[in-house]
């Protein structure tokens, strides 16, 4: 596995870019923090659109040392925008064309046609297209330069949630089918959730945090809450099998979850989120509850969030898990970090399904 | 039967003169819309000179450089045989001068317009800078090289205070269009001179018409 070095610095009128990291390349890492946190500037330093000070890797590949800067276009890296950026004077076909002929990669195009649906699309101009059809296009001519990396800063915020939901599973197979590394820019936590499998976070132009999506994630959760974003915890499950009265069994390291209907082949990875207010704690093991799902856990935090709740972290067999619960019920249950209680999951959902928030 | 050779002269000069505009203005047009340069600012103001500087005053400043005793028109005299002063040539030089402004100011406002993101897109997409340029810069920036075009060869057309400076009144050399209606007025041939008036005023207009409809067209 490659990885990306970075260790740049850039001064821009109202932010500082300071980047000293080792980013691992695999699967999808969500960029993810505050508007003006910098996440698109790192993003366009990576792409070489922005020469900052310092030095950058690829691998063994040097693309930035002293005076050495290798250009864009000679970088193999695909980005895709959040507006489509499609030519306006070809029509789709010959966006396509465009970036497969400078690739060599004339042979692939009828296959990505196929596989981002583009054929009633081919002769017409970008200006026809609806933002969902254009974001597609956008993402298959990138793929069509044959890209070792593929950069993505906030490729479906500027469409509605019909739209987003159309460009999504796209994004979600090219992660877990096509093999190449992708760095996606988002603001959206319930996007970060659906999608990453890394995540750095990024505040005040420095990196904050970064490593796997279930690690990062309900600490994420933690900060103050966007309008609309659900903080919540990623769970990587295994289906195990399903059961006569209809119940999917998924195996996770910190116990078992059943989950109605049968989410995949046995054997198969499922990505389940768990919102954080879908989490109710209780000291000892609850009987007589509807509730099929309970892990026993450790508080590992209390965090206080608004007026009246807390964001409670804690650790199911290695995995962590993120609730929030009232001040009040931290309090009743004497909840402090070390104390060990059960969490009652009263909704799971499968990363694929779950919605960005509107 | 009316001697219409000054009329093909013009249309030749502007002709000559836009297509050599259109590539030299292009270079140009393209480093001031994207320079950060203080130079910039120096540059762009003696691009727009010719728009507020009497034609005479240009003209007395180019005939006296085209002069076989200055550095240019001698260099010219000792590379070619020929001279600059009262020559073809030597318009073509000068229009280029005094049209420049109409060719870069409607080509730097397109460039200006079109901003970095096609070009970012085309860089990611793995297209060298020229090959960007030539492949979505221009064909994006098309109307602006169609008004750049259309003025440049409209206002060659009519130019006199240069043309009589460096040019004189040679036939089928430097006589344009412009200079035989003066010297028909002088001679009192108005006849000629309505002829050769009536010719500019229309394809002037003409030519105006098409740069508007063009513009009209795009807008809605």
């Known amino acids: 596995m490659k990885d ?37 500037t790192l993003l366009r330093l990576i792409a070489g659109f922005e020469r900052g000070a310092g030095e950058m890797r690829f691998g063994d590949e040097v693309w930035q040392q002293g005076r050495h800067f290798t250009p864009p276009h000679h970088r193999r890296v695909a980005t895709v925008f959040q507006q489509p950026r499609l030519f306006d004077h070809l029509d789709v076909a010959g966006n396509l064309a465009y970036a497969a002929r400078r690739a060599g990669q004339m042979d692939a195009v009828a296959a ?13 101009r970008p200006a026809t297209l609806s933002g969902g ?55 959206s936590l319930a996007e970060v959730t659906r999608l990453a499998t890394q995540i750095l976070t990024l505040a005040d132009g420095r990196v904050a945090g ?8 309900p600490g994420l959760a933690a900060t103050p809450d966007q309008p609309g974003e659900e903080p919540g915890s990623l769970i990587t499950a295994r289906v195990r099998r399903l059961s006569s009265d209809g119940l999917c069994e998924l195996h996770f390291p910190g116990g078992s979850i059943l989950t109605p209907g049968r989410v995949g082949p046995d054997g198969a990875e499922v990505r389940l989120i768990i919102r954080a207010r879908d989490v109710m704690l209780s000291r000892d093991r609850p009987e007589g509850l509807s509730a099929l799902n309970i892990l026993p856990a450790t508080v590992t935090s209390v965090t206080p969030v608004g007026a009246a709740s807390a964001h409670i972290s804690l650790d199911c067999g290695g995995t962590a898990i993120a609730a929030r619960i009232t001040m009040r019920s931290v309090a009743a249950l004497g909840l402090s970090p070390g104390v060990n209680c059960h969490a009652i999951l009263k909704s799971v959902a499968l990363a694929r399904d779950a919605l960005p928030s509107p | 039967m009316t001697d219409l050779a000054p009329l093909w002269l013009t249309l030749r000069l502007a002709a000559i003169v836009t297509v050599l505009l259109l590539i030299l203005g292009t270079p140009l047009a393209w480093w001031l819309a994207r320079t950060r340069s203080r130079l910039a600012h120096v540059i762009e103001a003696i691009t727009a ?12 400043y180019l005939l006296i450089a085209f002069n ?40 730097q406002t397109a460039f200006t317009q079109l901003g970095p ?64 209606i003066y010297e028909k007025v002088e001679t009192l041939d108005y006849a000629t001179a309505h002829l050769l008036s009536g010719l500019l005023l229309g394809l002037s207009f003409l030519i105006l018409l098409a740069l508007y409809a063009l513009n009209g067209r795009r807008r809605a």
């Open chain 2, 49 to 60: 000179l010719p728009l507020v500087l009497p034609p005479t005053v240009l003209g007395f």
């Open chain 2, 68 to 107: 076989p005793t200055a550095p240019l028109g001698q260099f010219w005299l000792n590379v070619t045989g020929t001279t600059l002063t009262f020559s073809f040539t030597g318009l073509v030089l000068a229009s280029l001068l005094y049209s420049l402004p109409f060719t870069v100011q409607p080509l």
């Open chain 1, 4 to 40: 990306l070095a970075i260790n740049v610095a850039l001064q821009r009128d109202d932010l500082t870019i300071e980047i000293n990291e080792r980013v691992p390349l695999s699967g999808l890492t969500a960029i993810f923090g505050p508007s003006g946190a910098g996440k698109t």
């Open chain 1, 210 to 217: 970064l490593g796997p999506a279930e690690a990062i994630l």
């Open chain 2, 117 to 180: 993101a096609p070009l970012e897109a085309a860089a990611s997409l793995g297209a060298r800078p020229l090959d960007a340029f030539l492949t979505v810069a221009a064909p994006l920036s098309l109307r602006g090289y169609l008004t750049a075009a259309v003025l440049t060869f409209a206002h060659t057309l009519g130019e006199f205070g240069v043309v009589l400076m460096v040019g004189g009144n040679i036939p089928g050399e430097t006589r344009v269009i412009s200079i035989a």
């Open chain 1, 112 to 124: 990505m046609v196929a596989r981002f649906a583009l054929d009633p699309l081919l002769s017409r």
């Open chain 1, 133 to 187: 059809e254009a974001q597609r296009v956008a993402l298959a001519r990138a793929l069509l330069t044959a890209p070792r990396l593929v950069l993505m800063d906030e490729p479906v915020t500027a469409l509605d949630q019909a739209r987003r939901n159309e460009i999504l599973p796209f994004i979600e197979s090219l992660r877990d089918e096509a093999n190449i590394p992708i760095l996606y820019v988002s603001h």
